[in-house]
């Protein structure tokens, strides 16, 4: 085994160390040294990950790195390694994860500086990193459920990292219960593969699929059922409802896990799975119509809400439909494209978010801010270039991935005869949302930087720290260049071929192009055309809170029952809480009361226990003290076996 | 199996003839107690008290000690008569065991067991 | 072998018996002087380990290798007893448990002061009466060293004459002892005037059809012969039903008197039981043919149901009790039945069971009686709600005692598992329906007795005491030797290579 492969192994075991160093000892380091673990371990990740991966940027992603550390389960003829895979795929994932997660580490030494749980945070934040690498370069499904579960467990850990404000120690556990929902499906889903292909692994699943193995039907099942997980953890529709609650946490948090990252994870898994996915155009449909959905939706209700933090996870919800859209339509380059892009400007702007609440001592209502834009100069420019990035404006890396998708969606079907509805419904939401999203994030930054201060006079504003204003220009430097790589209006198309090795063949499958696909001109005008939405939604916000800020108060007087329904997220938890929520709780108070106390404590538990208690107790009567008595059995119990053996022989 | 027959039939006659005696008794003679019938018969002497009387548990120590000399006597008769043909094997083996007699004696004397007050 | 001969094999017995006179005479001397309240424990001892290391120095050979001498097994007396491995293990197991009585009971309260010479020497004799029983090839040698052990039993169970409870549990013990000896002395005598013998041998030929009165007739008598006896044997093991006085005994016994008596008598009773229904049945290999030859009397079956009655009777009644002794004394009738699981198995697995659980029944329940007695010591009771909050007034007697109750449950990774281990292996290696039935049972007992041990463990972690209770002085021989014995449980339950090859050895009875 050659040194680069070696080394995969400690790209997610150096996070760990630190999270067993600062969880275990952090609190008798010095802030610095605690600081300090929790940024190198991360850092030197992120550098081991470049030099393992530098056979395959060479290689234009042909190469693959595969170390088999250990056989983890053994059991008859289930033989499960803990291996992990380096191809292009999870190159660019740990690239991202370990880049974006150390900047948001130096953000955090600054942004948590004065916490009192500064060891714990930062032990959570590593072991988040560790579980994360574990994810994203599992060679087998075991191990990539083993990185699923432990983000799932450090997302509700640092949700509630506050735990004293019960308010945000049941958000986390909202996540995690609506996680488990998804991950239910996921274990199903993997399962189903297993029963058919018999192995767990990539390779052989891949093998498998080209063998015909898994049957269509089977195929559909399987995929619906992995989307299902993908739908937990990427927060899309029906089990989006945890993510805006998720910013309950220290906003580094919400921009690491909940931006950038742990959230792209079923984004991820479909890429990975790209094949399987492949030969199931109604699977397909689906998450391509449940992205193109929850992207509409979202940005809808990005359009009302005040929290700084809220805005910016619902729009992380839409982003997130973007990314399934293209893993839908089967553009699944473009998918890990927009993933990459909009880590990087998600990043920013949670960050820049951060700081503009860290600078007002923790004010979080836009509608209390407003011109902040030249105290905090660093922040408004950061999050500025972001915006535009997430509007999708040229050159802005935003642009570029999201025009990606919605020209695969509008060029491509596949080969259902009801596919080319499928994306083109897809393709006019995403248009659609894609001007909502630039309305909404443009509300964001003139409410926030723009106008008159709204500021409660008390508030001091803090002015920025170092730690915290290099990561933000680190990040809006990637958010504007990020989209370059990709750009293939100029006929290079050089992150796809990056990718192809891996996803290329399974493109090959699902996708059928329209003929008007290698058509410049058209593909021109689409670009066109959503630069134009961009603008829409621009000069929209423009007019509304710029011009005369007196008008969306009006527009919400005026229309005020559709203003209430998405201000109230269209009552999708009260849905929940009524319909599916209830009627368990109900139905798990009866198993309780019923059926585990009567049925099973009673009958099955304590009433054999008391069962024997009564035997016991004749067994006591029989004990009576008196010597006569214990005589009378000994004869009884020689009459006894004398009369046995006589039965027993057959003489009597 | 049959040989045992006869045993049975004496067995049989026997029980009978004592219930029908018993019983034949008991239906012809005469009945008029009193309470000098009904006392219990001790050879025509008046009974003083109560037949369950405590004896002092010194009877019990004698009577023990008594026996297990008693049986040592019997023990050493056969000894003697085969002494010859037992040897000095035998005269040890004895002396052992009244060695351990002898102790036991030695510790009940100590002991008091003797001593009658 | 004749008698002379035969007194060379018999050493230990010889060094108990000489040691029991010398304490028997010390004692009667009265003389007082500061010396003797030490010197009779001293003295006992040195009398168990002169016999024990005699008996060790003659048998280490043949544990691990090598056959020296008789040690194979020939019989000593003309037959009236056996020395083999079988007798070998059994009397270093009582000499041990003697030695381990004799320790704990230094200091306790439930001895009265006056007569700690005879204490000791009784304990020696009954030692010797054990020795001899373990060895008996014979019936009348049976006899006479069971009553040896019975009437020392007796005595020192009213040992106490203070305690009402421990007179009533002698008077108790003399008649239960006087009708159970009777029973088996009568079948004893049916025997002797059925077949004018009174050898194992002898019975085993009349089992067989073979002996001076033959035929089905001949079978009939010896097997009622044989079920009176056994109701003596399952007297001294406690089996159900014979076990009735076995809870009033262990109650109002002096408590290190106690952890003696339910593992001593125990021991030899199943050495007996072994010894007499293999010598009965056949000699070597398995038993099956011997069912076949004497009539197909199932006499193992019999055994089964004994068995399966009293670990259940034994748990359940366990069950109900408060009184930790009394609680130990059905655990004590439960163990039986476990044991008599590997005498149902048979064969040379299920008697390698039998001597292996026997020995780790020694070493756990003498354990529990001595943490039993150091509580008694300290609170005047043993109650179960003076062990309450034990675990923080005395946390290593209480770990001690811990350790001991996990064993006894038969759970890992202590010696009680191991034990019970190989006496479920050789019954499921023996196979049939009804064996695997009765491990079955034996498998649900020990469900049922976690129950009762973790209610003690319950009280000592779990429970406040109501009142002030003194904490446990842990600076005497008794704690000593409950620690020794807990490292004991330990070291067996992960390293019992040792006491296995022993055990294996003792199972090769007539090869």
């Known amino acids: 085994m050659d040194i680069k492969t070696s080394i995969l192994l400690w790209i997610p075991l150096l996070p760990l160390f630190g999270a067993i160093v600062n969880g275990l000892f952090g609190r008798h380091f010095s802030r610095p040294l605690v600081s300090a673990i929790g940024c190198g371990t991360v850092g030197m990740a992120f550098v081991l990950g470049l030099v393992a991966s530098a056979d395959i940027f060479a290689s234009n992603g042909e190469a693959r790195l595969v170390q088999s550390v250990y056989a983890w389960i053994t059991a008859g003829n289930i033989s499960i390694q803990l291996s992990f895979l380096l191809d292009s795929l999870s190159v660019i994932m740990v690239l991202v994860v370990a880049g974006v997660s150390f900047l948001i580490h130096v953000y955090s030494t600054g942004y948590m500086r004065d916490d009192p749980s500064h060891a714990r945070y930062f032990a959570y934040l590593n072991l988040f990193v560790f579980s994360m690498l574990v994810l994203v370069l599992g060679d087998n499904l075991p191990v990539l459920f083993v990185g699923w579960e432990g983000v799932g467990l450090c997302s509700y850990l640092l949700i509630g990292f506050w735990f004293e404000d019960p308010a945000k120690a049941s958000a986390g556990k909202k996540a995690f219960i609506v996680n488990r929902i998804g991950d239910l499906g996921f274990l199903i889903g993997m399962f189903l593969l297993f029963g058919a292909v018999g192995s767990l692994s990539i390779d052989d699943l891949r093998a498998g699929t080209a063998q015909g193995l898994i049957a269509p039907g089977l195929a559909t099942a399987a995929c619906l059922f992995l989307f299902l997980g993908a739908t937990g953890k990427s927060a899309?529709?029906?089990?989006?409802?945890?993510?805006?609650?998720?910013?309950?946490?220290?906003?580094?948090?919400?921009?690491?896990?909940?931006?950038?990252?742990?959230?792209?994870?079923?984004?991820?898994?479909?890429?990975?799975?790209?094949?399987?996915?492949?030969?199931?155009?109604?699977?397909?449909?689906?998450?391509?119509?449940?992205?193109?959905?929850?992207?509409?939706?979202?940005?809808?209700?990005?359009?009302?809400?005040?929290?700084?933090?809220?805005?910016?996870?619902?729009?992380?919800?839409?982003?997130?439909?973007?990314?399934?859209?293209?893993?839908?339509?089967?553009?699944?380059?473009?998918?890990?494209?927009?993933?990459?892009?909009?880590?990087?400007?998600?990043?920013?702007?949670?960050?820049?978010?951060?700081?503009?609440?860290?600078?007002?001592?923790?004010?979080?209502?836009?509608?209390?801010?407003?011109?902040?834009?030249?105290?905090?100069?660093?922040?408004?420019?950061?999050?500025?270039?972001?915006?535009?990035?997430?509007?999708?404006?040229?050159?802005?890396?935003?642009?570029?991935?999201?025009?990606?998708?919605?020209?695969?969606?509008?060029?491509?079907?596949?080969?259902?005869?009801?596919?080319?509805?499928?994306?083109?419904?897809?393709?006019?939401?995403?248009?659609?949302?894609?001007?909502?999203?630039?309305?909404?994030?443009?509300?964001?930054?003139?409410?926030?930087?723009?106008?008159?201060?709204?500021?409660?006079?008390?508030?001091?504003?803090?002015?920025?720290?170092?730690?915290?204003?290099?990561?933000?220009?680190?990040?809006?430097?990637?958010?504007?260049?990020?989209?370059?790589?990709?750009?293939?209006?100029?006929?290079?198309?050089?992150?796809?071929?990056?990718?192809?090795?891996?996803?290329?063949?399974a493109q090959k499958t699902a996708v059928v192009m329209r003929d008007f696909a290698h058509n410049h001109s058209i593909e021109w005008a689409a670009a066109v055309g959503s630069v134009a939405v961009a603008f829409i939604g621009l000069g929209l916000a423009w007019l509304l809170y710029i011009k005369s800020p007196d008008t969306p108060w009006r527009l919400a007087e005026r229309f005020r029952f559709t203003y209430r329904l998405v201000f109230n997220k269209y009552w999708v938890d009260e849905f929940y809480e009524a319909f599916i929520i209830r009627p368990i709780h109900a139905f798990s108070v009866f198993l309780w009361r019923i059926v585990d106390v009567v049925i099973i404590d009673g009958f099955g538990v304590n009433g054999p226990a008391r069962l024997l208690k009564g035997i016991g107790h004749v067994g006591r009567r029989l004990q009576s003290g008196n010597v006569q008595a214990y005589a009378f059995w000994l004869f009884a119990g020689v009459a006894g076996a004398l009369l046995y053996l006589a039965l027993a022989v057959g003489v009597i | 199996m049959l040989g045992y027959g006869a045993v049975l039939v004496l067995v049989a006659l026997g029980g009978t003839i004592a219930v029908v005696f018993v019983g034949l008794s008991r239906y012809l003679g005469p009945r008029n107690a009193n309470a000098a019938k009904l006392t219990t018969y001790e050879c025509g002497v008046e009974p003083v008290k109560t037949a369950r009387e405590r004896f002092p548990v010194r009877f019990y120590l004698v009577a023990m000690l008594f026996i297990v000399f008693d049986i040592e006597a019997v023990f050493l008769y056969p000894w003697a008569l085969l002494f010859r043909e037992l040897g000095l094997f035998g005269l040890i083996e004895m002396a052992v065991f009244l060695m351990v007699l002898v102790v036991g004696l030695i510790y009940a004397w100590r002991k008091g067991a003797l001593e009658w007050e | 072998m004749s008698n002379l001969v035969s007194f060379g094999y018999i050493v230990p017995e010889l060094l108990l018996g000489a040691m029991a006179v010398i304490l028997f005479l010390l004692s009667a001397m009265r003389r007082r002087n500061l010396l003797r309240k030490t010197i009779f424990p001293g003295l006992a001892i040195l009398g168990l380990m002169a016999a024990l290391s005699v008996l060790v120095n003659r048998t280490s050979g043949g544990i691990f290798g090598g056959d020296p001498g008789c040690i194979s097994g020939?019989?000593?007396?003309?037959?009236?007893?056996?020395?083999?491995?079988?007798?070998?293990?059994?009397?270093?197991?009582?000499?041990?448990?003697?030695?381990?009585?004799?320790?704990?009971?230094?200091?306790?309260?439930?001895?009265?002061?006056?007569?700690?010479?005879?204490?000791?020497?009784?304990?020696?004799?009954?030692?010797?009466?054990?020795?001899?029983?373990?060895?008996?090839?014979?019936?009348?040698?049976?006899?006479?060293?069971?009553?040896?052990?019975?009437?020392?039993?007796?005595?020192?169970?009213?040992?106490?004459?203070?305690?009402?409870?421990?007179?009533?549990?002698?008077?108790?013990?003399?008649?239960?002892?006087?009708?159970?000896?009777?029973?088996?002395?009568?079948?004893?005598?049916?025997?002797?005037?059925?077949?004018?013998?009174?050898?194992?041998?002898?019975?085993?030929?009349?089992?067989?059809?073979?002996?001076?009165?033959?035929?089905?007739?001949?079978?009939?008598?010896?097997?009622?012969?044989?079920?009176?006896?056994?109701?003596?044997?399952?007297?001294?093991?406690?089996?159900?039903?014979?076990?009735?006085?076995?809870?009033?005994?262990?109650?109002?016994?002096?408590?290190?008197?106690?952890?003696?008596?339910?593992?001593?008598?125990?021991?030899?009773?199943?050495?007996?039981?072994?010894?007499?229904?293999?010598?009965?049945?056949?000699?070597?290999?398995?038993?099956?043919?011997?069912?076949?030859?004497?009539?197909?009397?199932?006499?193992?079956?019999?055994?089964?149901?004994?068995?399966?009655?009293?670990?259940?009777?034994?748990?359940?009644?366990?069950?109900?009790?408060?009184?930790?002794?009394?609680?130990?004394?059905?655990?004590?009738?439960?163990?039986?039945?476990?044991?008599?699981?590997?005498?149902?198995?048979?064969?040379?697995?299920?008697?390698?069971?039998?001597?292996?659980?026997?020995?780790?029944?020694?070493?756990?329940?003498?354990?529990?009686?001595?943490?039993?007695?150091?509580?008694?010591?300290?609170?005047?009771?043993?109650?179960?709600?003076?062990?309450?909050?034990?675990?923080?007034?005395?946390?290593?007697?209480?770990?001690?005692?811990?350790?001991?109750?996990?064993?006894?449950?038969?759970?890992?990774?202590?010696?009680g598992f191991i034990g019970k281990l190989y006496l479920f292996a050789a019954l499921l290696e023996r196979g049939g329906f009804w064996f695997l039935m009765l491990a079955l049972v034996g498998v649900t007992n020990s469900v049922v007795s976690l129950y009762f041990y973790a209610r003690v463990l319950k009280s000592m972690y779990m429970e406040k005491a109501d009142t002030d209770l003194p904490t446990i002085p842990i600076r005497n021989p008794a704690a000593v030797t409950a620690t020794a014995l807990s490292f004991a449980t330990l070291f067996l339950g992960l390293f019992w290579q040792p006491l296995a090859t022993a055990a294996r050895w003792s199972a090769t009875l007539f090869h």
């Open chain 3, 74 to 415: 020939c019989s000593l007396f003309f037959g009236l007893l056996a020395t083999d491995p079988l007798a070998d293990f059994f009397r270093i197991l009582v000499i041990s448990a003697t030695t381990i009585c004799v320790l704990i009971s230094i200091g306790s309260p439930a001895l009265p002061k006056g007569r700690t010479g005879e204490y000791h020497g009784l304990l020696l004799v009954m030692c010797l009466g054990m020795c001899l029983l373990s060895a008996a090839n014979h019936l009348l040698m049976v006899y006479v060293a069971m009553e040896t052990v019975s009437l020392c039993s007796y005595l020192l169970t009213g040992w106490d004459a203070r305690k009402c409870r421990s007179r009533e549990a002698g008077m108790k013990y003399v008649l239960f002892g006087g009708v159970a000896s009777g029973v088996m002395l009568f079948g004893m005598s049916l025997f002797y005037g059925l077949f004018g013998d009174l050898s194992f041998q002898g019975l085993h030929l009349a089992l067989q059809g073979s002996g001076a009165l033959s035929g089905a007739m001949g079978q009939w008598a010896a097997t009622l012969s044989v079920v009176f006896m056994f109701a003596g044997f399952g007297y001294k093991i406690a089996a159900t039903p014979f076990h009735m006085w076995c809870p009033d005994v262990y109650e109002g016994a002096p408590t290190p008197f106690t952890a003696l008596l339910s593992v001593g008598p125990k021991a030899v009773g199943m050495a007996l039981i072994l010894r007499f229904f293999y010598s009965i049945f056949l000699f070597p290999g398995s038993m099956e043919t011997v069912i076949g030859a004497s009539g197909q009397i199932p006499w193992l079956l019999l055994i089964g149901i004994v068995s399966a009655v009293t670990m259940t009777l034994g748990n359940l009644a366990a069950l109900v009790q408060n009184n930790v002794k009394r609680l130990l004394a059905y655990s004590s009738i439960a163990h039986a039945g476990y044991i008599l699981m590997g005498v149902t198995a048979g064969g040379q697995e299920g008697f390698e069971a039998v001597s292996l659980y026997m020995a780790v029944y020694l070493i756990m329940n003498m354990g529990a009686f001595a943490v039993v007695s150091l509580v008694e010591k300290a609170s005047g009771s043993e109650e179960l709600q003076v062990f309450r909050g034990l675990g923080k007034r005395a946390p290593l007697v209480a770990l001690v005692m811990t350790i001991f109750l996990i064993s006894l449950a038969g759970l890992p990774p202590t010696a």
């Open chain 1, 236 to 505: 899309q529709i029906p089990l989006y409802v945890w993510l805006p609650d998720a910013m309950a946490g220290p906003t580094p948090v919400s921009a690491l896990i909940h931006a950038a990252t742990m959230v792209t994870a079923g984004v991820y898994m479909i890429a990975r799975l790209s094949f399987l996915f492949a030969i199931s155009p109604t699977a397909s449909a689906v998450v391509a119509l449940v992205g193109g959905l929850t992207a509409l939706i979202a940005a809808t209700i990005g359009i009302t809400q005040k929290d700084i933090k809220k805005v910016l996870a619902y729009s992380t919800v839409s982003q997130l439909g973007y990314m399934f859209v293209a893993v839908g339509v089967g553009a699944y380059f473009a998918g890990i494209f927009h993933l990459m892009t909009h880590a990087f400007f998600k990043a920013c702007l949670f960050l820049g978010s951060g700081a503009v609440i860290h600078a007002l001592s923790g004010v979080q209502d836009i509608t209390k801010m407003g011109g902040l834009r030249k105290k905090l100069p660093w922040t408004y420019w950061t999050f500025l270039i972001s915006t535009l990035a997430i509007a999708g404006f040229p050159p802005f890396a935003g642009f570029f991935s999201k025009d990606e998708i919605l020209w695969k969606a509008l060029s491509s079907t596949s080969h259902a005869p009801w596919a080319s509805w499928v994306h083109l419904a897809a393709y006019g939401m995403g248009i659609l949302a894609a001007a909502i999203t630039s309305f909404y994030m443009f509300r964001l930054v003139f409410l926030t930087f723009h106008g008159k201060s709204r500021l409660d006079p008390s508030i001091h504003v803090h002015h920025e720290m170092k730690s915290m204003s290099y990561p933000l220009a680190v990040l809006a430097g990637l958010a504007t260049v990020a989209g370059w790589v990709g750009a293939s209006l100029f006929g290079i198309h050089s992150f796809a071929d990056f990718l192809d090795p891996v996803v290329g063949a």
